[in-house]
């Protein structure tokens, strides 16, 4: 049911922001809308979702509803500030979002739209499991506005599937994909490595696979053991090994080689797109500070340098707002040298980079190390920008640490 909400300040009933917070026109304003509802929890998984048997008295079909109360105190707590921005971008992530109707996700999606208005070419991405993908949920979701769809593949080799707990079937991830592209969808293929007993073959057919497929977007992340999860349960009593770090790196390479060979190019650690138009705008937006509202249980928001997050539990938000109340539960602005440390932190992560001059003094004398350590490429230093080598995505941890010493 996900990991503990962070601690923060009292976030006010009304869900106003402070008066010194300023909404700037020059930023970007995107939209994400958490669907916390799972058919089964896999193992490994520590977001905010949740099971039939874990709602306690909440209702997915009041689900919809109950976002669009939110949005309405999102229009009152932004309008106060001045002209509404439109939505760059919407994200509808989970948990499975197209376990609600697709009516259901048009009705959420029309909310944003009729508040903030949705800009021109706005970007708006559908998280989905392959078996629940048909011809049909495609054309609802593309004529509602939806532009992308992001299918969890996650490995196309069965056992791998079940040590992840993942309940599709591998047949139907092209089904998914190609009821997408017949509703003329984007389409991104999310994909984990390093599974307990994933062999570098396992992994090699899964991207074979994957880019047989021709999605325009992939995303590969390494298999991380969360705290309190059932895998990390596992691997406590013995039951299965710990993923390697020397295999996940191999897996990493393994994976740049063959989507750079089939066309695909890096712009973060953890993605590659076929083109620039088809990075993930809405990814980008957090690795670049800009602002957004998180609706939803859990769901955290961005405005003005103020973050802020929701109460975890779906009953606790049908709570809030059938009172009247905004479901924040705390929030938190760091100071401007938090801030700075944190933008190298995810700007470092991106292709387009970080400035040299964003780094502290002792970080800057060792950027001469790190070039010479095949960490960053030596002609984007030298023009003033940190852009890792593949072998630095690989360390992007210690590059951090370099660059904020």
């Not at 402070?18 to 939209?31: E, I, K, N, Q």
């Not at 293929?189 to 057919?205: F, Q, R, T, V």
């Not at 691997?235 to 390697?244: K, L, N, Y």
């Amino acid at each position: 049911m996900g990991s503990a909400l962070p601690l923060g300040d009292p976030a006010p009933a009304d869900g106003a922001l402070p008066a010194d917070v300023t909404v700037s026109d020059d930023v970007d304003f995107g939209v994400y809308l958490h669907v916390p509802f799972c058919r089964v929890r896999c193992g490994y998984c520590d977001f905010n979702t949740y099971t039939a048997t874990e709602l306690r008295g909440a209702r997915q079909d009041a689900y919809a509803d109950e976002v669009l109360r939110e949005i309405e105190i999102s229009r009152r707590v932004l309008g106060d500030r001045g002209p509404l921005r439109p939505a760059q971008t919407v994200f509808f992530g989970g948990g499975t979002p197209t376990l609600l109707p697709p009516g259901d996700l048009a009705r959420m999606l029309d909310g944003v739209r009729d508040t903030f208005g949705l800009a021109e070419g706005a970007e708006v991405t559908v998280e989905a499991n392959p078996d629940t993908m048909t011809d049909a949920v495609a054309r609802t979701l593309a004529v509602a506005g939806v532009t992308r769809l992001s299918v969890g593949m996650q490995s196309a080799v069965p056992h791998v599937l079940a040590a992840l707990d993942r309940t599709h079937d591998p047949a139907n991830i092209a089904t998914a994909v190609a009821a997408a592209r017949r509703a003329g969808l984007a389409v991104s293929l999310d994909l984990i490595y390093g599974a307990p007993g994933e062999s570098l073959e396992d992994w090699h057919a899964s991207l074979e696979t994957a880019t047989a497929l021709a999605p325009d977007h992939v995303s590969a992340y390494a298999l991380i053991v969360e705290d309190g999860t059932k895998l990390e349960r596992q691997i406590r009593r013995g039951e299965v090994v710990a993923p390697d770090d020397d295999l996940q790196a191999d897996m990493y390479e393994l994976a740049d080689e063959l989507l750079a060979a089939a066309g695909y190019e890096w712009y973060e650690v953890s993605n590659w797109s076929t083109s620039r138009a088809q990075r993930s705008r809405h990814n980008l937006s957090y690795w670049r500070g800009q602002d957004w509202w998180g609706y939803g249980p859990g769901a955290h928001s961005h405005i003005g340098g103020l973050r802020w997050w929701n109460v975890k539990h779906p009953a606790a938000y049908a709570q809030r707002l059938a009172a009247g109340q905004s479901p924040a539960a705390g929030r938190e602005r760091p100071d401007a040298e938090a801030r700075r440390l944190e933008d190298i932190l995810l700007r470092s992560r991106i292709a387009d980079g970080v400035a040299v001059d964003e780094a502290t003094v002792a970080g800057r004398r060792n950027v001469a190390s790190l070039i010479a350590d095949g960490l960053v490429e030596g002609a984007a230093a030298v023009r003033g920008t940190i852009v890792l080598t593949r072998r630095g995505r690989l360390l992007a941890d210690a590059v951090v640490r370099a660059l904020t010493a």
